[in-house]
């Protein structure tokens, strides 16, 4: 008898490892547990997802180098970019001449980025920071997009809030929607189409579509209000902003520094890493 309840005892510990550490990724076990089992797996991360990049031209890049088709030089955001997913699909477009941001909070997915973006490595800036505080400008981006990730952040609202913030009126918002059995299985985590809809609505995005995409997730399609004109080069370098205090920054050697003396670190490799400023700025530690 006591090893029939020493067996389902393991098996209901066994289903519940599953259900946190696979299905949900560690979203109810916090932040820091989503990041470290995210850079645990970026090394293999691409073969586990099996990425077929004949689906993400038809389904991603190409429909928003559509979208851009006006702009000659178009500012994107990807937002938990993981692995540069989304920025390789779009460079590998013919007709997007533009520049990326890939934000994430896993270093490790970042570094699996900047080998894959080697080629075009004059085209994108890779950031370390948490994507509730965006070190952007209000109507920034032509495009911000965030794929297979809110439902792991602690706070989707706020970064949903954020995207649009930094999104210029008539710019094209993309992000997804987890469906299927799973989602079921992530309650207080994943939305109804309906739900999600009246959520980007609030945050006055129109014309709202929510397009089949995979197993688990739909594709969402919205633009924020307003006419987006088209606007010269821009360095991206130029439009960041100090997380500390939201202060211009300049480019010094390894490091950017705003008018007020705040320092942004440039790893070797390039990415920029605004979570050193984040982590520094919480334990109320100066940065050198």
């Not at 689906?55 to 890049?61: G, I, S, T, V």
């Not at 896993?106 to 570094?111: H, I, Q």
């Not at 700025?281 to 940065?287: K, L, T």
Request: hydrophobic share 45%; charged share 25%; with cysteine.
């Amino acid at each position: 008898m006591e090893w029939i309840l020493a067996a389902i005892a393991v098996g209901v510990l066994a289903a519940l490892l599953y259900w946190q550490l696979i299905i949900a990724e560690g979203a109810y076990l916090g932040r820091r547990v989503v990041t470290l089992l995210y850079d645990w797996s970026a090394h293999v991360y691409d073969r586990i997802k099996h990425f077929d990049s004949r689906y993400e031209q038809y389904f991603l890049a190409r429909p928003i180098t559509s979208a851009l088709f006006s702009f000659p030089n178009p500012l994107v955001l990807d937002v938990a970019t993981g692995t540069a997913r989304l920025p390789r699909a779009l460079f590998a477009e013919m007709g997007f001449r533009g520049q990326i941001v890939g934000l994430d909070l896993s270093r490790k997915m970042l570094e699996q980025a900047v080998e894959k973006t080697a080629p075009w490595a004059d085209r994108i800036t890779l950031i370390w920071d948490d994507a509730s505080r965006l070190p952007f400008p209000a109507d920034t981006f032509e495009a911000v997009a965030c794929l297979e990730a809110l439902e792991f952040m602690p706070d989707p609202d706020q970064v949903l809030a954020e995207m649009v913030r930094v999104l210029r009126p008539g710019g094209l918002l993309l992000t997804t929607n987890r469906i299927g059995k799973e989602a079921r299985l992530m309650p207080g985590r994943t939305l109804s189409a309906e739900a999600l809809e009246e959520k980007l609505q609030a945050l006055t995005l129109e014309m709202v579509k929510i397009r089949v995409w995979q197993e688990d997730y739909d594709l969402v399609w919205a633009l924020k209000p307003g006419i987006c004109t088209p606007l010269g080069v821009r360095q991206v370098t130029a439009l960041l902003r100090c997380p500390e205090c939201g202060a211009k920054v300049t480019r010094e050697s390894d490091h950017f520094r705003c008018n007020k003396g705040h320092v942004l670190p440039i790893a070797e490799d390039g990415i920029v890493e605004l979570v050193r400023i984040r982590d520094a700025e919480a334990e109320s530690v100066p940065v050198t």
